[in-house]
């Protein structure tokens, strides 16, 4: 299994977008939100990071997709 590797614009995308869950879930607060809500907001933050994106590898590995 190859990492999917994101360009700068797509990391700041993950960024922002993971932010934006991160602040709505705190203004809702933490209690009040299910667990399952996290894993996106992990995903998008963790993408920001490493430039590995775990939502593209997983999609990959369930319906297949171009091999770069």
Not at 38 to 65: D, E, K, N, Q
């Amino acid at each position: 299994m190859k990492a999917v590797m994101v360009d700068s614009a797509t990391r700041f995308f993950f960024l922002f977008a993971g932010s934006l869950i991160w602040l709505g879930r705190w203004l809702t607060g933490f209690q009040v939100v299910h667990w399952l809500l996290y894993i996106p907001a992990l995903f998008f933050l963790f993408a920001a990071v490493t430039g590995i994106c775990p939502g593209m590898i997983i999609s990959r590995l369930l319906f297949g997709g171009k091999q770069s």
